[in-house]
């Protein structure tokens, strides 16, 4: 079987280790950046009547009209550039790889950064060429604007805020970057509502700018809703291979609906950002933890022997993410998603008392 294998799948994404998301039942899940609150219950059973009256015996609205149209309005998306939805981000990640995948073609990112960037190049057969940041997570701009002009990247993705580092970038570095790339930048918004930074004002200016975002932080992740912003230009291109009736009837009408209420998304993303600040602070009184700023919905930390202390909170039924191993820059770090208090409350407790257990000697 493994010679069957290797004859018909290609090489690289025999080389290729999958995305992996590890099961979460029966924990205190501080892992997927998830909006740890529910819907109110009127809103909820508003969308139960959507469900009983939804003709799931047809396909959707290919175009998403209505849809397109309120989130124009809720996200003041500018008139005049065009808009792409896909089944979470992504998926346009991947149309956008696809686009540009000519033969020795370069897709270029920041490390560490979202893992994604780098997976979907590969097996699109693009040449990722990710950019180490500073020791700060910020952009080494010299050793971004030198990449650029040795690699001529076709399309850059870069995460703002930062995934998973947490913090945003320089925009003026971000507009060297733009305008020094032969190619287009993706900048991608996926934690904008806790960031209260965009670079949507900027699309007008720069003709090589798309912007990304997705509802998933907001509360709206099993909805798997993303959207592309851009020129028509661009976005008339990338249409071309996004798969037909790719966000579901359900999808379009849950979502066209909550965004009739788009101050209660908001009301919680003040929540989580206020519970943030409270959740840092805590961090930062623990001794021996290195607390990192963040402008998202978690909070990247280093500590000694983080896996074995991943592993410790794992027996206590709490799940954060354990990046240590996954790049130099993140040695005996952790990431831990803003939960609501109770949770948050619960983490900091069982990592405290966690630290300050004496070693068991062997």
Partial sequence: MSNLLESIIRPEILALSAYHIPSAEGMIKLDAMENPYTLPLILREEISQLAEEAHINRYPDPSAAPLKAILRDTLAIPSEMA?????????????????TARPGAVLMGVDPGFAMFRIIATFCGMNYVGVPLAAD??????????????????????????????????????????????G???????????????????????????????????????????????????LAQLEKLRLPYNVGIMTQLVVERILQHYDILLEQAAAIKAERAILRARLATMKGVEVFPSDANFVLFRLNEASRIF??????????????????????????????SDENTLFCKTLRHILEKPLQLA
Avoid at 87 to 96: H, K, M, R, T
Avoid at 145 to 173: E, K, R, T
Avoid at 312 to 339: A, F, M, W, Y
Wanted: proline share 6%; net charge negative.
């Fill in 83 to 99: 808009i792409m939805l896909g089944n979470g981000s992504d998926e346009i990640i991947q149309v956008i790889a696809l686009a």
């Fill in 137 to 182: 997570f910020s952009i080494d701009l010299e050793a971004m604007l030198a990449a650029i002009s040795q690699h001529q990247p076709a399309v850059i993705f870069l995460a703002y805020p930062n995934n998973p580092s947490g913090n945003l970038f320089d925009p003026q570095a971000i507009c060297r970057i733009i305008e020094a790339t032969p």
């Fill in 184 to 234: 287009i930048v993706v900048v991608d918004e996926a934690y904008q509502a806790f960031a209260d930074a965009t670079f949507m004002d900027m699309l007008t200016q720069y003709p090589n700018l798309l912007l990304m975002r997705t509802l998933s932080k907001l509360g709206l992740a099993g909805l798997r809703l993303g959207l592309l912003v851009g020129r028509p230009e661009w």
């Fill in 311 to 340: 592993q410790e909170l794992q027996q206590h039924r709490i799940l954060i993410k354990n990046l240590d191993g996954s790049h130099p820059l993140l040695k005996n770090c952790l990431r831990v998603t803003v939960g609501a």
